[in-house]
């Protein structure tokens, strides 16, 4: 039979097992054979629940609760089991007792959340939050003899939103976008200081040199008492150095240095926390912070946690104050190196207008003198010289405007003016050329209803700088000028049917040196200054510019000024002469877009223009944008005997060369359509102009301008200034090595044979070789003249030609050598039939020579004496010894191969081989001589060859069979053989090749 304590306790608990062992008839409760029914009914509920629940009865508050209860109460279990309340929670029962005589005294439950309570349960007074629920408990006649408490401890949501807080509080205050460093770190410690809680005080220290600074603490009073101002190498005060080194350090006995009253109770603080500040430089924090630990909460990972991410937080905002400052320096270094540079260009502007002077004067004179004439050749030169120093005289006048207005010194010497007709005169100077374009120019300026002032050399150019624009991106159609009267402003409007502009190109049109990207135009030069000189002069005379456009359409700018800003005191000053300069030149300058100067004929047949040991005359295309520069560049190249043609951009180019290939091109970096550089970059990706000589001519001077351009495949790169000899020279050398490189040194067509790459298909050598001696292989198809990579250099190509034993009937090559290989070309096992035998006694051996790796159909090739040969394929690459050059490798490898119709498993095998062994090139080989790694590919009698070498020595070099899992995945697809000297180390590997490689 059950006892009742057994029935009553029971339930497997571990709390309910200790109650049923407790001698209770020792308690105020008594045997509990003797509990009423309520009670038992009420210890039920208690044991029954997983929430913590607390059961107080009778007078003295004995304790009856389950094992959830026993966890929130620590070290007071199991003592506190039929224990008077007020004597196991005493610290806290100034809290607690007035809730729990409202419950008995009323008869009505109550709801505290996060109620705040002093607990010892852990060996120090603790900080801790209950969110607890009193309710009445009552016996068997229904008097309220005790309560129900339910609680859960919510100490640790409490402390961390309190402590999220201050973090929060920290990215607020220490933002450092308005602050010095200083400043911040007294803002940051101002902060700390009011979430005392959980930092009793803090100090934060900042390196400076090979020290660290006290820049700010809380408590300024007592702290900085006691804390250092400046720690030097090896002080150990407060753990500040070690903490400077990168390691967090605690730091004890902080009561015996100071006396703090700290945490919820006010308690004196006895431990702090060093920590570093951390840095970009793991090894150098920016500094170290001290802060104070809460006696009311142990220093546990939670509180680690938290005091590191506040470290951070300091960090990032003193590094955003250093960051904000530097960015305030440097913004004042470049306010100071702009005024510089608007004084430099202002005075060196003036310094230009001597010596433009004193070249406009006598060239205008040379041209104006009739009673000594030039002769016509002289007068073209002079004139072109002429235009191009009143241009520059127009872009020296532009950038003295527009350093004026940056430094704020432009001023507007307003006059009366008819400002209807002189904008119509204006818009008249620019008709001819408009015409000239094959466009429409129509001025609407009707009498304006009230007289108005402004400056008219600033409306010169305003008017001045739209029109221009306009022509400049206008083809067809019309461009209208029209000035209105408004009631609250007048608006100067230039309209054209242009190319229009990109709604994202909007908001930057009027920034200084912007450039719309790609934009079709007569011309790619200028400042890109104009249109916003048109903004700040609009401003200066108090009005403003807007446009609006759309893409294929055109655009519309409209200048508006206030008719307040129109209504002004006078400066008469202004010459009247001085007005229509500007137009007039930027019409010139204009008219040089439109057509081409005349082209002088060339020079006799036969001179300097014809290549060595040939008699025919070569071909010139020439690309720029610049008439006057098309025009000098024909005239200083057909004086050497050679044909030249021009184009005015990169597109018009590309037609010319499809439609008849020239032997050189000539071409400026910066044009309209399509650029120097794409140009190149466009004739390089095709295989029938890649061997076309380009000479790219730049006013980009500098190695990263000639750089770029021999990198796309230039030829030669040129930087203008140039003296004509050195143009001529560059261009012969060009020519001539162009020609050294062709296959045939003749032709049929008496004209020089242009590079390989643009020779027209099938194009046949105007001689055979010679009977006597060896016939080298050739192509039947188009092949290319060297392997390239996209990163690796070719080292070079060479096809091996022998001679075989077997007899044959031809003594010379003739076409039907090849008759008997199939339509595509042979297979691999044709082409590579086995290693050459030794030619028969006192006949000649084909020798050896450089050609490029067959893309097309490889034919078979007789010598004299009737031998077939057999061919061995050969090349290498050089790659940069960087791990991103393996994936170029591959693609090498694999094209080659693939070419040759090598079986895709053999090409597989042969990759994964050559990716370990060039991986370890790059990984192992230690101090280089040279900062690259070669591959060579020999494909012939019936083997793929593969070698790979660096120029360093090997780290932890062992056996080349037993290098790691490279060395075992290299012999698992070949034979892998290791050569290691002083210069470095050459790994080989040979893979056979199978007879269903056809």
């Known amino acids: 039979m059950t006892s009742p304590t057994a029935e009553l306790f029971g339930g497997g608990s571990a709390t309910g097992r200790l109650m049923a062992r407790l001698d209770w008839a020792a308690t105020p409760l008594g045997p509990v054979q003797s509990w009423p029914q309520s009670l038992r009914a009420a210890v039920r509920i208690v ?214 009253p700290a945490g919820a109770f006010d308690e004196p603080t006895a431990t702090a926390v060093a920590l570093p500040l951390p840095s970009a430089e793991a090894d150098q924090p920016l500094g170290v912070l001290v802060a104070g630990v809460s006696p009311s909460r142990a220093l546990d990972e939670a509180y680690r946690s938290f005091f590191h991410l506040l470290a951070q937080q300091v960090a990032v905002a003193v590094r955003n104050a250093r960051a904000y400052e530097e960015e305030r320096r440097r913004a004042e270094a470049l306010a100071e190196l702009d005024r510089v540079k608007t004084s430099f260009f202002t005075n060196v502007s003036h310094e230009f207008r001597t010596p433009l002077t004193l070249m406009l004067g006598p060239l205008t004179d040379a041209l104006a003198d009739e009673r000594h004439p030039l002769p016509p050749e002289q007068r073209e030169r002079v004139d072109t010289a002429r235009r191009n120093a009143t241009r520059l005289l127009t872009l020296v006048n532009s950038l003295l405007t527009f350093s004026s207005l940056e430094a704020g010194r432009a001023r507007s010497r307003a006059q009366q003016v008819d400002l209807p007709e002189l904008t119509a005169e204006l818009a008249g100077v620019f008709r001819s050329a408009m015409e000239r374009a094959g466009l429409r120019l129509e001025v609407d300026c009707p009498p304006l209803p009230r007289p108005v002032a402004l400056d008219p050399a600033n409306w010169e ?62 011309s790619h030069e ?84 014809t290549l060595p040991d040939d008699g025919r005359r070569v071909r010139i295309l020439v690309a720029d944008d610049n008439a006057d520069m098309r025009a000098y560049l024909a005239r200083l190249l057909t004086a050497q005997g050679w044909r030249v043609d021009t184009v005015g951009d990169g597109r018009q180019a590309l037609d010319a060369i499809r439609r008849d290939p020239p032997d050189l091109v000539l071409t400026d970096v910066m044009m309209p359509e399509l650029d120097g550089f794409a140009l190149v970059r466009t004739l390089r990706g095709k295989p029938d102009t890649r061997a076309l000589p380009v000479v790219v001519l730049s006013a980009r001077a500098g190695a990263d301008a000639a750089v770029e351009g021999l990198d796309l495949g230039a030829d030669d790169y040129v930087v203008k200034p140039f003296t004509a000899a050195d143009l001529v020279a560059r261009v012969r050398a060009t020519l001539e090595g162009a020609r050294r490189r062709l296959r045939t040194p003749d032709a049929e067509d008496g004209r020089p044979e242009p590079p390989r790459s643009i020779r027209p298909t099938g194009a046949a050598s105007s001689s055979a070789p010679p009977a006597t001696g060896p016939v080298e292989a050739s192509s039947g198809g188009t092949a290319p003249d060297s392997v390239r990579s996209s990163t690796g250099t070719a080292e070079g190509t060479s096809a091996e030609v022998a001679a075989d034993p077997a007899p044959a009937a031809a003594s010379t090559a003739d076409p039907a050598a090849s008759e008997g290989a199939p339509a595509g070309g042979p297979s691999l096992s044709g082409l590579v039939a086995g290693p050459p035998a030794p030619a028969a006694p006192g006949q000649p051996v084909a020798g050896t020579r450089r050609t490029a790796v067959p893309a097309g159909p490889f034919t078979t090739v007789r010598v004299p004496n009737g031998h077939e040969t057999a061919s061995v394929v050969e090349t290498g690459w050089s790659y940069p010894s960087e791990a991103t050059s393996a994936s170029t490798m591959r693609r090498d490898v694999r094209s080659l191969l693939e070419a040759l119709r090598v079986h895709p498993d053999v090409v597989q095998d042969l990759l994964v081989a050559a990716s370990e062994a060039f991986n370890n090139a790059v990984e192992h080989a230690q101090q280089p001589t040279r900062p690259e790694v070669r591959v060579g590919l020999q494909v012939g009698a019936g083997t793929a060859r593969l070698t790979v070498r660096d120029f360093g020595t090997w780290r932890d070099r062992r056996s080349a069979m037993d290098r790691g899992r490279g060395a075992t995945l290299m012999n698992g697809f070949g034979d892998v053989r290791l050569m290691s000297t002083a210069s470095g180390t050459t790994v080989t590997i040979e893979r056979r090749l199978t007879d269903d490689q056809g």
């Open 461 to 522: 150019r305003i008017v001045t700088n739209l029109l221009s624009n306009a022509l400049k991106h206008t083809f067809v159609g019309r461009i209208s000028v029209g000035l209105h009267a408004h009631p609250t402003e007048l608006r100067l409007t230039v309209a054209d049917t242009g190319i229009g502009i990109a709604e994202q190109e909007m908001p930057q049109l009027f920034e200084r040196f912007h450039r719309v990207d790609g934009a079709r135009s007569r």
């Open 526 to 609: 200028g400042t890109g200054i104009g249109l916003a000189l048109v903004g700040e002069l609009a401003r200066l005379e108090g009005g403003d510019v807007r446009v609006d456009s759309r893409v294929g359409r055109g655009s519309t700018f409209t200048v508006a000024l206030p008719w307040s800003a129109l209504h002004r005191g006078t400066d008469d000053t202004v010459a009247a002469s001085d007005l229509g300069d500007t137009a007039r030149a930027a019409v010139q300058e204009a008219s040089g877009w439109l057509v081409d100067p005349v082209r002088p004929e060339p020079g006799e047949e036969g001179s300097a223009g």
């Open 47 to 260: 044991l029954s629940s997983r929430y913590p629940m607390l059961l107080l009865w009778g007078e003295q508050f004995t304790q009856l609760y389950n094992d959830a209860y026993s966890a929130l109460i620590g070290d007071k279990h199991p003592e506190a089991l039929g224990d008077d309340v007020r004597t196991t929670l005493a610290e806290g029962w100034d809290v607690l007792a007035p809730l729990i005589h409202d419950a008995m005294a009323t008869g009505v439950a109550s709801w505290v959340p996060a109620l705040q309570l002093l607990l010892d349960r852990s060996g120090y007074r603790e900080e801790a939050y209950f969110s607890v629920s009193h309710a009445p408990a009552r016996d068997d006649d229904g008097r309220t003899v005790g309560v129900f408490t339910v609680c859960s401890e919510v100490t640790e949501q409490v402390v961390g939103e309190r402590r999220l807080g201050l973090l929060r509080d920290l990215s607020v205050r220490g933002d450092g976008r308005t602050v010095d460093v200083a400043s911040t770190c007294a803002r940051l410690v101002e902060a700390i200081g009011g979430h005392r809680l959980d930092v009793p005080f803090a100090a934060i220290y900042l390196r400076e040199g090979t020290a660290l600074h006290r820049l700010a603490c809380t408590g300024d009073g007592p702290m900085a008492a006691v804390l250092p101002d400046v720690v030097v190498d090896g002080d150990p005060a407060w753990g500040l150095w070690a903490a400077g080194g990168g390691a967090t350090t605690e730091v004890q006995g902080v009561a015996q240095r100071m006396t703090l």
